[in-house]
C-alpha cells in the first residue's frame, strides 16, 4: 500500500471557524491532490499540486486553500468552515513517471455544525 | 469540459450473476481512462485502466475495453462474488499543470451482491 496518511480522520467544527486538513505521504511523489466526496456527486477535484509550493485550483475551490512547503506534506484549509463543506475528503499522490495512478489516503470525515 | 456518466445505481445481483456497470465519457483529446473501486470505510484503490483505444484493462475478473468510437469503457465481470459489494467509479485523465494529470470523476455506482 501506498504510504499516505491523513489527519485528522475524524473532525466536527462549528461553522465559522478555520479547519486545516493533513496529507503526508512517504512515497516522494510529485504530485498531491485533494478531493471531496458527496453523495450524488462522486469526487470533486478541491486542489492539487505539482511540485513543492506549486498549486492550483480544481473544479470546487471556493472556499478552500492549500499549501505545500515541502513534498511529504500537503494542507487543506478552509478559512471559515460552512455546513456545505460537510464532506468526506481525499489526498492522493501520483508519479509522473507511469500510467498515471493515484493512490488515495484513508479519507477524514468533516462535519461542520 | 470533460465529463463522465456512469450507470447511478445502487445494482443488486446475486452471487455468480453477470455484472454490467456503464460508463461514457465526454472528453477534447484522448483520456486515460480508469475504473477505481471503494470499499466500505476506505479510500478509492485502482481497479483497471486503459490507456489508449480498443485497450482492454482487467483485474481480478473484471475488465473494460475503451472505445472510442461510442467513447465508452463499460465495466464488466462474468460471475460477481459477496466481496466485490462496493461502490466503482468511472474516471478519466485531465491534463493539468507541471506534467500532472487530474481524475474527473463519474457518480459512482453502489454494487451490493447477495449470497
Known amino acids: 500500500d501506498a504510504g499516505i496518511t491523513q489527519s485528522p480522520r475524524h473532525k466536527v467544527t462549528e461553522t465559522g471557524t478555520p479547519v486545516t486538513l493533513r496529507c503526508h505521504q512517504t512515497e516522494n511523489h510529485r504530485y498531491m491532490y485533494w478531493y471531496r466526496q458527496d453523495p450524488g456527486h462522486g469526487l470533486r477535484l478541491i486542489h492539487y499540486?505539482?511540485?513543492?509550493?506549486?498549486?492550483d485550483k480544481g473544479e470546487v475551490s471556493d472556499g478552500y486553500s492549500v499549501s505545500r512547503s515541502k513534498t511529504e506534506d500537503f494542507l487543506l484549509t478552509l478559512e471559515s468552515a460552512t455546513s456545505s463543506q460537510t464532506s468526506v475528503y481525499f489526498c492522493?499522490?501520483?508519479?509522473?513517471?507511469?500510467?498515471?495512478?493515484?493512490?488515495f489516503g484513508p479519507g477524514t470525515r468533516l462535519t461542520v455544525t | 469540459g470533460n465529463s463522465v456518466t456512469q450507470m447511478e445505481g445502487p445494482v443488486t445481483l446475486s452471487e455468480e450473476a453477470f455484472l454490467t456497470i456503464n460508463c461514457t465519457y465526454t472528453a477534447t483529446g484522448y483520456p486515460s481512462l480508469f475504473w477505481y473501486v471503494q470499499y466500505p470505510g476506505e479510500g478509492l484503490q485502482l481497479l483497471l485502466k486503459a490507456t489508449k483505444a480498443d485497450d482492454k484493462g482487467s483485474n481480478k475478473g473484471f475488465e473494460a475495453t475503451y472505445r472510442k468510437e461510442t467513447t465508452s469503457f463499460h465495466l464488466e465481470k462474468g460471475s460477481v462474488q459477496v466481496s466485490d459489494s462496493a461502490v466503482y467509479f468511472c474516471?478519466?485523465?485531465?491534463?493539468?499543470?507541471?506534467?500532472?494529470?487530474?481524475?474527473?470523476f463519474g457518480k459512482g455506482t453502489k454494487l451490493t451482491v447477495n449470497p
Open positions: 474516471a478519466l485523465s485531465d491534463r493539468g499543470q507541471g506534467g500532472s494529470e487530474k481524475l474527473v
Open positions: 492522493a499522490i501520483s508519479e509522473r513517471h507511469g500510467p498515471y495512478e493515484q493512490y
Open positions: 499540486s505539482y511540485g513543492v509550493k506549486d498549486t
